[in-house]
């Protein structure tokens, strides 16, 4: 799955995997690349939060990201590996003020189709 361009964060680009194993859990790994540091965008949020959504419509965070970046690129980046028992149909990663948020509260920044 690709992430859609973001009218929040244009440069922002990435992608979704989502791999079944033998006890039918999902592995969901997600990259993104030139993600700008939430406090930079306007207004300024705190933290970038992962969720998804499955077929029968149920939300689920999945984690918080980070963006950063390596000793001789200025390319901020980011991923995040989680198992889960459910497919997502749908990731999308917010912007919000505070990391211990149990719904998405703050702006979209990135998504995948549905």
């Known amino acids: 799955m ?7 964060v244009p440069g922002a680009s990435g992608n979704v995997t989502v791999k079944q194993d033998k006890n039918k859990n999902y592995t969901i790994h997600l990259d993104v690349v030139n993600l700008a540091p ?3 965008l306007d207004p300024p949020q705190n933290a970038y939060l992962v969720w998804m959504e ?5 939300l ?3 984690g918080q990201i980070t963006t950063s ?3 001789f690129s200025k ?4 991923d995040l590996t989680v198992v889960e028992t459910v497919k ?3 990731v999308f990663i917010t912007a919000e003020r505070s990391s211990d948020t ?5 702006p979209v920044v990135l998504t995948t189709k549905r």
């Open 2 to 8: 690709q992430f859609q361009n973001s009218s929040i």
């Open 38 to 40: 939430p406090d930079k």
């Open 54 to 58: 499955s077929d029968n419509n149920s």
């Open 60 to 62: 689920k965070k999945l």
């Open 69 to 71: 970046t390596g000793l």
């Open 75 to 78: 390319t901020f980046k980011a």
């Open 88 to 90: 997502p149909d749908r």
């Open 102 to 106: 149990q719904y998405p509260d703050g």
